[in-house]
T-cell receptor, first 110, second 115 residues
């Protein structure tokens, strides 16, 4: 079966760095996605990892360790607009389905 | 390019009724996936259509059905609505040609409330 775990909520201060963790268990792994979702809006694509290591995109970076079933999303120089839910999703290699975690709600305070 | 569009944005129905939701994918995208999002369960996969054929299916009852047209637009139908069907229904499109690396792009969703 598949299982994805993320913290439910996190808080951080403007200008700081925050790391959102995601652990997963799947019968077959074929890529991990991070999405950002502001309240009342559609999820928007942030990053994709399929090989171990760090992918950097501006203020956002995503890391993957396939042997540990672990990923994190790193947000630097936090801004108020980064307050949102962050969804971790894993693609199952046998079904090609994207399995989503329940998301981490991040609140950034001034 | 225009993004994924969904209509209607909001719907209120009563138990026992049926509802049809519509999704227009990004131009050139041939795959459309549907998800149900609720506060407790997160995003749950309903089904995926590619070239007018259902390519994948989640674990939802038969009351939930869908179809895709030749222009890649997709519709989702829920019959005999139940209170528990109240949710945000999201549609996502992707090129669909390389399932390993396909990235899904989401529409704004349809907020369905069942009374």
């Amino acid at each position: 079966g598949q299982n994805i775990d993320q913290p439910t909520e996190m808080t951080a201060t403007e200008g700081a760095i925050v790391q959102i963790n995601c652990t997963y268990q799947t019968s077959g792994f074929n890529g991990l996605f991070w999405y950002q979702q502001h309240a009342g809006e559609a999820p928007t694509f942030l990053s994709y990892n399929v090989l171990d290591g760090l992918e950097e995109k501006g203020r956002f970076s995503s890391f993957l360790s396939r042997s540990k079933g672990y990923s994190y999303l790193l947000l630097k120089e936090l801004q108020m607009k980064d307050s949102a839910s962050y969804l971790c999703a894993v693609r199952d290699r046998y079904t090609d389905k994207l399995i989503f975690g329940t998301g981490t709600r991040l609140q950034v305070f001034p | 390019k225009a993004g994924v569009t969904q209509t209607p944005r909001y719907l209120i129905k009563t138990r026992g009724q049926q509802v049809t939701l519509s999704c227009s994918p990004i131009s050139g995208h041939r795959s459309v996936s549907w998800y149900q999002q609720t506060p407790g369960q997160g995003l749950q996969f309903l089904f995926e259509y590619f070239s007018e054929t259902q390519r994948n299916k989640g674990n939802f009852p038969g009351r939930f059905s869908g179809r895709q047209f030749s222009n890649s637009r997709s519709e989702m139908n829920v019959s005999t609505l139940e209170l528990g069907d109240s949710a945000l229904y999201l549609c996502a499109s992707s090129p669909g040609t390389d399932q390993d690396t396909d990235t899904q792009y989401f529409g704004p969703g349809t907020r369905l409330t069942v009374l």
